[in-house]
């Protein structure tokens, strides 16, 4: 995922600098011949560490590194009910630049759980329609997308995830 802001014109990232600069997890076996510029790779065999793992002051370190005037703040799920999410959620986005939210890609999209984690830029909320616009880096099946608010809860919960407050500095 590659965030463009107004403020943000002097680095030029793609998606894989992005993931080198944090490192990717990777399954053993995995055919990484598309991935040969990346440096920061491991080979892990559980499942819920593919990926990049963010950690602590990840983000925060990485716009001071390269001069983005943004902060992060990241909310884990379990400071949540589900009856107030929706209402929350609104209010984070109301007042935030971006909203990242970590999930279980399965639990969102198929209703079960995998374990596999992903994430999506949230866009807009609507409480009355209980349906969150988010949008989806992909790879597979890029793009916007409407999901149920509950939905995604579950999903977040299910990774034991959260939301990344992104808000200028």
Do not use: R
């Not at 560490?49 to 990840?58: A, L, N, Q, T, V």
């Not at 209980?130 to 608010?149: C, L, M, Q, R």
């Amino acid at each position: 995922m590659v965030i463009k802001n107004e403020s943000v014109t002097h680095v030029n990232l793609n998606q894989l600098q992005i993931a080198d600069h944090f490192g990717v997890n990777l399954p053993k076996g995995f055919d990484d011949s598309s991935l040969a510029l990346l440096k920061k790779v491991e080979y892990v065999d559980d499942a819920e560490k593919y990926g990049i793992i963010i950690k602590d002051e990840m983000i925060n370190q990485f716009f001071a590194e390269f001069k983005i005037n943004l902060v992060e703040k990241y909310v884990n799920i379990e400071k949540f009910s589900d009856w107030e999410f929706d209402t929350i959620l609104s209010d984070f986005i109301e007042k935030a630049e971006y909203i990242i939210c970590g999930y279980d890609y399965s639990m969102l999209y198929d209703g079960e759980k995998s374990g596999v984690g992903h994430v999506s830029l949230i866009l807009q909320n609507d409480t009355i329609n209980e349906t969150t616009t988010i949008y989806d880096p992909g790879p597979a099946s890029s793009g916007y997308k409407n999901v149920n608010t509950l939905d995604l809860y579950k999903a977040i919960k299910a990774k034991k995830d959260g939301l990344w407050i992104i808000s200028k500095s």
